[in-house]
């Protein structure tokens, strides 16, 4: 791990990501020692950090030593966190002139390969998100909501969950954004009131806006999922996962997996 470019494992208790979840984080997939969609990936921290007034970031720096990270691993998992760093009194930011910058490096996931082949199996979250539209969207530090679903999800037997919003909305899932087919017509989730637009989601929205597919972004409840003929999830690590089963109902199509997974 590095702390503003020096290896060590040390923050500051004052830091504001300890103190309020003040930052923002992406999490990127190593191949061959290249950092897959590196530049999108600076660029969705560069958008969160505006959404959170963040200034001062060297992102020269921060991509640097994504890269320096990444290095000659064959595959990995590369995590970016940038927090508003030390200063302030209480809420305050007044003061904060000097970020802090967090890149980690770890083990890529040996489950996906196997979930590639048997698909996943998803769950409904009883754990409701909130809407907030000011936040909405980008991938900031304060994750309570997802450690709760995931400590409900680990004591089931499925590998990802099914998230709504207060409002009763699909949304997304634990650590994914949904996809789902019906005919030649494919739909996600709104994500303007709650949610993380992922890296992935936004290649396969582009992707499919350049094809026959007919794409639509929605607010439903999980109930629409019941006629659906395909599902799939997507992060910027799977990429992309065809789902297998929601609760008791399985699926077997696997059509608009195969035409997406060859454009990641």
């Not at 489950?111 to 909405?136: C, D, E, H, I």
């Amino acid at each position: 791990m590095w702390i503003n470019g020096v290896a060590q494992t040390t923050l500051p208790a004052g830091d504001r990501s300890v103190q309020f979840g003040d930052g923002c984080f992406t999490t990127a997939r190593v191949i061959h020692g290249e950092i897959q969609f590196l530049a999108k990936h600076i660029r969705r921290m560069q958008q969160a950090a505006s959404v959170l007034r963040i200034t001062g970031v060297d992102w020269g720096a921060l991509e640097h030593e994504m890269r320096q990270a990444a290095g000659q691993r064959s595959e990995a998992v590369v995590k970016a966190i940038l927090t508003r760093g030390k200063g302030g009194r209480g809420y305050s930011a007044a003061g904060c002139s000097e970020p802090t910058r967090i890149v980690s490096v770890s083990d890529y996931p040996v489950q996906y390969s196997l979930w590639r082949q048997q698909g996943v199996k998803l769950t409904l979250s009883p754990v409701a998100l909130s809407q907030n539209p000011l936040l909405a969207g980008i991938k900031h530090l304060n994750r309570l909501e997802q450690v709760m679903i995931r400590m409900d999800l680990d004591q089931t037997d499925a590998n990802e969950a099914l998230v709504v919003n207060t409002s009763g909305c699909l949304v997304e899932c634990c650590a994914a954004n949904l996809f789902w087919r019906k005919g030649n017509q494919v739909f996600t989730p709104d994500l303007s009131q709650s949610g993380v637009d992922g890296i992935m989601r936004q290649h396969l929205l582009r992707v499919l806006e350049a094809t026959t597919w007919a794409l639509h972004i929605v607010s439903e409840p999980p109930e629409i999922l019941s006629d659906a003929d395909e599902i799939l999830i997507c992060n910027a690590l799977m990429p992309v996962l065809p789902v297998s089963q929601v609760d008791r109902r399985h699926y077997s199509s696997r059509d608009l997996y195969d035409f997406l997974h060859q454009s990641c």
